[in-house]
């Protein structure tokens, strides 16, 4: 059975609420004369947050495989497969904040960083673990959920207060 595992919701409404909150005074500040390609290019940035945020992974009793959109492949995001029976081990390394990030390691030598970012994480993980007979105990979010919360409502926020501003 396939199962697939997108974007964790509050990561992609955190990105693209920040987006928003960075550009929206943009297009309402622009002298007359660029108002229209301001909107579209406005729009266009938009389109592109939304795709870049909307890889997911897929696994089956087979693989697992890392699926990202055309835009993220264009600007360098590869696609990745590996057979569950190629996975050596999960290595870990630490972030410059502190955290850490996951590789599947496998007996090629090949690194693929572990998604850290998707729903139903817990799921996902007892997926790798009965796949592989890896031990996942140790493996959590990159960051807290509230990290992305608290993101996304100081950008909320931030939107707020430039419309305000603006209408005002």
Known sequence: MIEKFKTRFFVKCSLISLY???TI???????EKLKIPSFIIFALGLYLVINITSDYVETCSNKISYKSSFISRFLGKKNWEISWKD???IKSLPTSQGSKVYYFNTFQGDNFLV?????NFEKFLLIVSSNTGISINEISYISPLWTYKFLTL??????????????N
């Open 20 to 22: 928003l909150a960075l």
């Open 25 to 31: 005074p943009l297009p309402l500040i622009s002298i």
């Open 87 to 89: 996975i050596k081990l």
């Open 115 to 119: 998604p850290q970012r998707v729903e």
């Open 154 to 167: 100081l950008s909320v926020l931030m939107i707020i207060g430039e419309l305000f501003a603006f209408l």
